[in-house]
C-alpha cells in the first residue's frame, strides 16, 4: 500500500513558477512510475508528466512540454513537478499517482494523492 501526499501549490501570476512536491510512504515507491495529472473545473483529468521508476525515462504532455519538468529522489520517496512559466490555462488542482496499470498517460493508476491547487492569475 502506497500513500501520497503532495504539497506546493498556490496563486502565481502568470510567468510565474511553482514547485510541486508529492511524498510517498511505502518502502516501494522506487519501483513506481509516477505521474501527474490536473483537472481543472468542469474538465477531464489529464496528463501532465510522468517518469520511470529510475528517472531514466520522462514524459510530458504537449501543452506543457519544455516549461515543466518532472523528477524523483528515491532516497527521499518524492517526486517533483518544476513549473515555469506558468499560463492561467495551468490553474487545476494538480495529482500526483503511482504505478500505472495501463498506459502512463492514462488516469489509471493504482495510487493517487489527494490533490494540491494550482491558480495562475493573469
Known amino acids: 500500500q502506497v500513500q501520497l501526499v503532495e504539497s506546493g501549490g498556490g496563486t502565481v501570476q502568470a510567468g510565474g513558477s511553482l514547485r510541486l512536491s508529492c511524498t510517498a510512504s511505502?518502502?516501494?515507491?522506487?519501483?513506481?512510475?509516477m505521474g501527474w495529472f490536473r483537472q481543472a473545473p468542469g474538465k477531464e483529468r489529464e496528463f501532465v508528466a510522468a517518469?520511470?521508476?529510475?528517472?531514466?525515462?520522462?514524459f510530458y504532455a504537449d501543452s506543457v512540454k519544455g516549461r515543466f519538468t518532472i523528477s524523483r529522489d528515491n532516497a527521499k520517496n518524492t517526486v517533483y513537478l518544476q513549473m515555469n512559466s506558468l499560463k492561467p490555462e495551468d490553474t487545476a488542482v494538480y495529482y500526483c499517482?503511482?504505478?500505472?496499470?495501463?498506459?502512463?498517460?492514462?488516469?489509471?493508476?493504482?495510487?493517487w494523492g489527494q490533490g494540491t491547487q494550482v491558480t495562475v492569475s493573469s
Open positions: 499517482a503511482a504505478d500505472p496499470t495501463s498506459s502512463y498517460r492514462t488516469a489509471r493508476y493504482n495510487y
Open positions: 511505502g518502502r516501494t515507491f522506487s519501483m513506481y512510475t
Open positions: 517518469i520511470t521508476w529510475s528517472g531514466g525515462y520522462v
